[in-house]
């Protein structure tokens, strides 16, 4: 059974960081492209950021310049480090990738971790 599990959210005052971490288990053969989406209480879960297993990167514009995201593909893991934290950065965070099993291919969620803001 193949999961992504997050870690690192929690509560953080504005101009603080966050790194948070999602991990890949299960009989994963690639884990193909990562990234993080986020989803604020009353709005749609929108895209973070997004990285290839070669390690290009996309970013909304709304982090550009204060988020990075890495990977490490021996774990298949995928980070996102926040920094200058704004409190509109507060939503639940969710990991996505696209992995490949020997069986399969497909696009994998996690169970979202909260991350909070506050002034």
């Known amino acids: 059974q193949v999961q992504l599990v997050e870690s690192g959210g929690g509560l953080v005052q504005a101009g603080g960081s966050l790194i948070l971490s999602c991990a890949g288990s299960?009989?994963?053969?690639?884990?193909?492209?990562m990234g993080w989406y986020r989803q604020a209480p009353g709005k749609q879960r929108e895209l973070v950021a997004t990285?290839?297993?070669?390690?290009?990167?996309n970013y909304a514009g709304s982090v550009k310049a204060r988020f990075t995201i890495s990977r490490d593909n021996a774990k298949n893991t995928v980070y996102l480090q926040m920094n200058s934290l704004k409190p509109e950065d507060t939503a639940a965070y969710y990991c996505?990738?696209?992995?490949?099993?020997?069986?399969?291919?497909?696009?994998?969620w996690g169970q979202g971790t909260q991350v909070t803001v506050s002034l």
């Open positions: 996505n990738a696209n992995l490949a099993t020997i069986a399969t291919t497909g696009d994998y």
């Open positions: 299960g009989s994963i053969f690639q884990s193909n492209r």
């Open positions: 990285i290839t297993s070669a390690g290009s990167t």
